[in-house]
């Protein structure tokens, strides 16, 4: 799977929209990218995931570069409930059950 | 639905002792997963499976057993424990599809004393 790196650490306004970037510069093609989040002491969430095409869910939009190199997820309206650490994840699509995990975004969303 | 719950939340053994984390899901999913999370790193895969009988390594195997004789459960075994292990472990568990959405249990808190 390719590497991803992503920022340790943002903070973004209540009410703000919040763009996560990853790189992933290494990107095969039968690679999709992945986000889960993570709130505090919690099991890591599923959030979005997308080929090429930009993606739009009830959480989140995913935006990818047109060479694949990077993505953004968006949380249009973020809240103090989104606080939580953002995992960017690269992946085939026949990895079935296996994630690989990185550092990930530590987001801090502030009043 | 319960989805993916775990047992127990907290544990503290002694370097040597054995036990057995329990994972259970009510989703009928085939593949399940088994992860640790030391103190502010990323999940590590331990093991997994992707159906009754079947297992698999992950990347950290060593010191764990894992076994699959029911769809719905999946426990871990350690088998002598050490201070190394502490950690936080989750399992989950996905549908044997695209895009092989994971369902993360709440985790279990081990210390290894």
């Known amino acids: 799977d390719a590497k991803t790196t992503q920022p340790t650490s943002m903070d973004c306004a209540e009410g703000r929209a919040a763009n996560l970037p990853c790189n992933h510069s290494?990107?095969?093609?039968?690679?999709?990218v992945y986000w889960y989040r993570q709130i505090h002491s919690q099991g890591p969430q599923y959030i979005i995931h997308?080929?090429?095409n930009n993606e739009t869910n009830e959480m989140a939009s995913l935006i990818i570069t047109e060479d694949r190199k990077s993505s953004t997820l968006i949380l249009p309206h973020a809240t103090l409930r989104d606080t939580a650490v953002y995992y960017c994840?690269?992946?085939?699509?026949?990895?079935?059950?296996?994630?690989?995990f990185g550092g990930g975004t530590r987001l801090m969303v502030k009043p | 639905n319960a989805g993916v719950t775990q047992t127990p939340k907290f544990q503290v053994l002694k370097t040597g002792q054995s036990m057995t984390l329990q994972c259970a899901q009510d989703m009928n999913h085939e593949y399940m997963s088994w992860y640790r999370q030391d103190p502010g790193m990323g999940l590590r895969l331990i093991h997994y499976?992707?159906?009754?009988?079947?297992?698999d390594q992950g990347e950290v195997p060593n010191g764990y057993n894992v076994s699959r004789s029911t769809t719905e459960d999946f426990p871990l075994r350690l088998l002598s424990a050490a201070p190394s292990q502490t950690s936080v472990y989750f399992c989950?568990?996905?549908?044997?599809?695209?895009?092989?959405?994971?369902?993360f249990g709440p985790g279990t808190r081990l210390t290894v004393t």
């Open positions: 994840i690269v992946r085939v699509d026949n990895a079935g059950n296996m994630l690989t």
């Open positions: 290494t990107i095969s093609g039968n690679e999709y």
């Open positions: 499976s992707v159906g009754a009988g079947i297992t």
């Open positions: 997308g080929l090429k």
């Open positions: 989950a568990s996905s549908a044997d599809r695209f895009p092989y959405e994971q369902y």
